[in-house]
């Protein structure tokens, strides 16, 4: 088993910059983080994703070169750093693991074993 926890939600105007944080307890074997977003109405979609060990990254085309996923080891902890943020980008956003031997890391839910409870991210026009 794996625990997330996520933090660092809020209320940020448009332009503005946050930093979500994914702390992992549990088992420490994990091939892969990433980060989700769910909207009113809308499904859970792909933000960005970076393995364990090596620390590549990928990223959803629509927030390539506003946001920034990384990992610290030693803390057990991954980050999302969101700047320039827009409205299009309020969300519950969701922290998920990946505990498999093999297999891809990717933009899929069905790729990721464990969930946090999601943090909310508000932004104003």
């Known amino acids: 088993q794996v625990q997330l926890v996520e933090t660092g939600g809020g209320l940020v105007q448009a332009g503005g910059s946050l930093r979500l944080s994914c702390a992992a307890s549990?088992?420490?074997?994990?091939?892969?983080m990433g980060w989700f977003r769910q909207a009113p109405g809308k499904e859970r979609e792909f933000v960005a994703a970076?393995?364990?060990?090596?620390?590549?990254?990928i990223y959803a085309d629509s927030v390539k070169g506003r946001f920034t996923i990384s990992g610290d080891n030693a803390k057990n902890t991954v980050y999302l750093q969101m700047s320039s943020l827009k409205p299009e980008d309020t969300a519950v956003y969701y922290c998920?693991?990946?505990?498999?031997?093999?297999?891809?890391?990717?933009?899929?839910?069905?790729?990721?074993?464990?969930w946090g409870q999601g943090t909310q991210v508000t932004v104003s026009s």
């Open positions: 970076i393995t364990w060990i090596g620390g590549s990254t």
């Open positions: 998920a693991a990946n505990v498999r031997l093999r297999g891809a890391v990717g933009p899929s839910v069905n790729e990721y074993d464990f």
């Open positions: 549990g088992r420490t074997y994990r091939r892969a």
